[in-house]
Antibody
Framework: EVQLLESGGDLVQPGGSLRLSCAASGFTFSNYAMSWVRQAPGMGLEWVSAIDGSGGSTYHADSVKGRFTISRDNSKNTLYLQMNSLRVDDTAVYYC??????????????WGQGTLVTVSS | EIVLTQSPGTLSLSPGERATLSCRASQTISTNYLAWYQQKPGQAPRLLIYGASNRATGVPDRFSGSGSGTDFTLTISRLEPEDFAVYYCQEYGTSRTFGQGTKVEIK
């Protein structure tokens, strides 16, 4: 059974940093692209960042480019999101999602339960 | 970037009724790279449909997807109590953008 378990969400001040993790199990991690998708309170879904199966290619939404970095450790079956220069509008539940393939195009086949990031002074 | 517009914003229906949800793209979606997701309150999204019309594993056959080019539809043939939720479409060929969602609520 595919399992994705996010962690690392917290309350942080504007301008601060946070690193999210997503521990994966139940599948061969390196065979699948992974993404982070966020959802602000009461709002819809927003794709944030993506990384291919090997980790060689990464992509970020314009709203986080230059501030967030996605990475993965295939030896630890873990996905990361390093978030710097956090802003109030980064407040959201952050979901880890498994792609349907190692590289594009892929839909989001499995989702974690999410971790809450709150940016506030 | 492809922009997806879902309509209506809210659909008020009774159990047993048919639900028709629309997703319109600002430009042609190549190879029907269009997915639908269901999200219930407090839960993560769940994949329903990929490739515009292919049901994901375990999805009941009352859910069906159709369309091509810029116009896509998710149909729920007979609403069950557990189907009342928010539904999102997503283009995954280029920009990975989501529509703003359609809420299906109990009338």
């Amino acid at each position: 059974e595919v399992q994705l378990l996010e962690s690392g969400g917290d309350l942080v001040q504007p301008g601060g940093s946070l690193r999210l993790s997503c521990a994966a199990s139940g599948f061969t991690f390196s065979n699948y692209a992974m993404s982070w998708v966020r959802q602000a309170p009461g709002m819809g879904l927003e794709w944030v960042s993506a990384i291919d199966g090997s980790g060689g290619s990464t992509y970020h939404a314009d709203s986080v480019k230059g501030r967030f970095t996605i990475s993965r450790d295939n030896s630890k079956n873990t996905l990361y999101l390093q978030m710097n220069s956090l802003r109030v509008d980064d407040t959201a539940v952050y979901y880890c999602a498994r792609g349907s393939a190692a590289g594009r195009p892929y839909y989001f086949q499995n989702w974690g339960q999410g971790t809450l990031v709150t940016v506030s002074s | 970037e492809i922009v997806l517009t879902q309509s209506p914003g809210t659909l008020s229906l009774s159990p047993g009724e048919r639900a028709t949800l629309s997703c319109r793209a600002s430009q042609t979606i190549s190879t029907n790279y269009l997915a639908w997701y269901q999200q219930k309150p407090g839960q993560a999204p769940r994949l329903l449909i990929y490739g515009a019309s292919n049901r994901a594993t375990g999805v009941p056959d009352r859910f069906s997807g159709s369309g091509s080019g810029t116009d896509f539809t998710l149909t729920i043939s007979r609403l069950e109590p557990e189907d009342f939720a928010v539904y999102y479409c997503q283009e995954y060929g280029t920009s990975r953008t989501f529509g703003q969602g359609t809420k299906v609520e109990i009338k």
